[in-house]
């Protein structure tokens, strides 16, 4: 995968995340819209009282709670604990979202990159069999030990060089989403 390719991938899950995440804070301050309104005094709380001047205020006495606004405001707390599990499944599918469009091609990426190393290693263990096959194949002739040691060297470089192409191949398979 290119890098531009990558980069519209991880930025249009970002996009998504962040929408989500924008429309959850906006559901969960936003008032009831379908809440009837009661009276202009009553989503106010009454102002305390200044003391006269010149003289000295013991301590302020508590205000007296109108019992419409302790409705309104448990009626707010349900809406917000209700939007809140909608914010939290559209948060998960977001999340999900992010994960298919950001975090699979990283997966994938890590794959064929692991699948190369790998490829690579095989290589220098079968360059390293072929290499002493190489050295002995002068004692060919001198007895059956011999020639089993380099039937053994050919043998090995010819298994890992099959490890390396096949990784290589399986790699690039996997590089092109196959």
Known sequence: MDAVRFGRALGFGARAAAKTLITA????????????????GANTVPAAKTPAPGTRSAGTAAQP???AVVRKAANVAAQ???????????LGR????????????VVRLSGVLWLEVSGAFFGIFALGALAGAWRLRGSWHEGRTAQEQVVGALA???????FCISNFVRARRRERGR
């Open 25 to 40: 804070a906006d559901a969960a301050t936003a008032e009831n819209p379908s809440a009837k309104p009661t009276n202009a």
């Open 156 to 162: 090995m470089g010819a298994l890992f060089g099959y």
């Open 65 to 67: 709670v109108d019992p």
């Open 80 to 90: 917000t604990i209700g939007r809140g599990r909608d914010a939290k499944v559209a």
């Open 94 to 105: 977001g999340g999900k979202r992010f994960g298919q469009s950001a975090l699979e091609p």
